[in-house]
């Protein structure tokens, strides 16, 4: 339970209305008043008491939870230098694959010469063929291919 308010409210207007006329009875009920006085403030003592052991608990458990969220943080840290280091490492392997791919460029335009030059010999052995048909068919040699 905690202290509220009204509990002081009521304190208060008990306080401001203390039996103090003269008379018989008079001690009793000022003594009465009193009683439940001591008595209230008792009450709220052992309230705030229990606030105030409600305050520590809760502190503690705030404490603990703060060290608990620093083990997280830096474990997120060593989780964060993990990647950034698999990060360089990606970085290499992607340095390495543009090499492999500049290598193989290289050769494909190597083979591209390599077919010009292929187109070339073939061009070159058809003129030759057609040459030698030429040459075979001046000297009256029958051509071999046709049967």
Do not use: Y
């Not at 009521?10 to 008595?39: F, I, Y």
């Not at 392997?93 to 077919?115: C, H, I, K, T």
Request: proline share 2%.
């Amino acid at each position: 339970m905690t202290v509220t308010k009204e509990q002081f409210t009521e304190l208060e207007v008990r306080v401001s209305n203390l039996e103090t006329w003269a008379g018989p009875g008079q001690a009793t009920a000022l003594s009465e008043s009193l009683r439940a006085l001591r008595k209230d403030v008792t009450q709220i003592k052992a309230d705030v008491g229990k606030v105030q052991k409600t305050l520590e608990q809760h502190s503690l458990q705030f404490n603990k939870i703060g060290a608990r969220l620093d083990r997280v943080d830096a474990r997120f840290d060593s989780v964060d230098a993990r990647f950034q280091d698999v990060g360089a490492r990606f970085t290499k392997v992607d340095e390495r694959f543009d090499r492999v791919d500049a290598r193989f460029d290289g050769m494909d335009q190597r083979l591209d010469g390599m077919d010009a030059r292929l187109d070339g010999m073939d061009q070159g052995f058809a003129r030759v063929d057609a040459q030698l048909g030429a040459i075979l068919k001046h000297l009256g040699v029958p051509d071999p291919g046709v049967g």
